[in-house]
């Protein structure tokens, strides 16, 4: 049978090909050898679990604080001391084309306040180059957001045109920017979860809307960057978190009753009402669980009707909903009224935020 090569021209004229020599060593033992500490293994699978166990990868590392520091899309957006930065396993460290000693980078990153910033860390084995924005405003550009804030949103109906006024009046006076996006992503979560003042954004975008204003505002101690903080924190039935944020009035009541529910306390109501204690708009349900822990038991026993029904509406989310059982459990607990207590409890024995007063409470009932 003819060989369909044979047609084809060779290219070189059917000179011969010189095939190099492989040099071969017949009957050699196959060995695979640790390229650390000379050890030999007999299998490559061996060799991979020797490294793993004896010679473990050390990868530099950025921390500030304990914090590990994003590769990628890291924005330090407050100062941080040169104490707080830290650089584990780097051997040699590189801050925009510059060696630097580690003390030198832990004072230069303290110091750096705006753009873009390369770090390379180096170890033996591994290099990491994170890609950090520096944006961290001034006291003036901070007062500029509160500024405007005071001056289009406090006192005034929350509406979409309004925040999208206060980001221009603010963004033209070089207002801080994550201070700015924190504010009014906040503001944007209470339109959406509420459903009201023109907002385009569906119900279920509150909690993007929220987690984002969370997000932005994660290293800023204003006194308004911590009560959305702590809101945030609220609506999401992280009480203790939103406890150790809460400035004072309803906000700092609602989040120590709750709190205390959550770790099987009954809490007794004030004594006398207290007022709301801040200006920033919140949603509806956030601000009437509030006002409900602040009000006097007589008054909470009267207006427990209402607040239930809320529970009820459609769009009450399930963190708002077991919020207002675990309020209404309490209230007819401090009341007396132990079976009606008793019936919310039950609501509350699958909760794994209330579950333990709620079973407490059914098993007091029950030994009566
Ligand atoms: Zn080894």
Request: proline fraction near 5%; charge should be negative; charged fraction near 25%.
């Amino acid at each position: 049978m003819a060989k369909i090569t044979d047609a084809v021209d060779p290219g070189n004229a059917g000179g011969s090909v010189l095939i190099p020599e492989i040099p071969t060593e017949p009957n050699r033992p196959v060995n695979f050898r640790c390229n650390k500490c000379g050890k030999v293994f007999t299998d490559r699978e061996a060799r991979r679990q020797h490294v793993f166990d004896q010679h473990p990868f050390k990868r530099p590392q950025l921390l500030i604080g304990s914090r590990m520091v994003k590769e990628r899309g890291e924005v330090i957006a407050s100062p941080f001391p040169p104490a707080d930065w830290v650089m584990q396993q780097a051997e040699r460290i590189v801050i925009d084309q510059q060696d630097v000693s580690s003390r030198q980078a832990c004072r230069r990153l303290s110091q750096l306040t705006s753009g873009f910033h390369e770090v390379t860390l180096t170890s033996a084995d591994y290099s990491v180059t994170y890609h950090i924005e520096f944006d961290i405003p001034t006291e003036a550009q901070l007062a500029k957001v509160e500024r405007a804030f005071n001056t289009l949103i406090v006192n005034q109906p929350l509406e979409s045109d309004r925040i999208a006024q206060f980001i221009t009046v603010a963004k033209q006076e070089d207002g801080a920017r994550y201070y700015l996006e924190g504010v009014s992503d906040f503001l944007y979560g209470v339109l959406a979860k509420d459903q009201r003042g023109g907002t385009s954004l569906g119900h279920d975008d509150y909690s993007a809307k929220y987690h984002a204003a969370r997000e932005a505002l994660r290293f800023l101690n204003r006194p308004l960057a911590n009560l959305i903080k702590a809101l945030v924190n609220f609506n999401d039935n992280a009480f203790n978190e939103a406890e150790a944020l809460a400035p004072g009035g309803q906000v700092a009541i609602a989040c120590r009753v709750l709190n205390g529910l959550r770790s099987g306390k009954h809490c007794p109501a004030p004594e006398t009402r207290v007022a709301s204690g801040h200006n920033l708009p919140v949603d509806t349900l956030t601000a009437e669980t509030m006002r409900f822990c602040s009000l006097p038991l007589a008054e909470q026993q009267e207006q427990l009707p209402q607040l239930v029904h809320l529970a009820s509406k459609r769009l009450t989310t399930d963190y708002d909903r077991v919020k207002i059982q675990a309020l209404a459990m309490n209230t007819c607990w401090e009341a007396g009224d132990q079976e009606l207590a008793a019936g919310w409890a039950k609501k509350l024995r699958h909760s794994p935020i209330f579950e333990a007063l709620a079973t407490r409470i059914i098993e007091d009932v029950e030994n009566e």
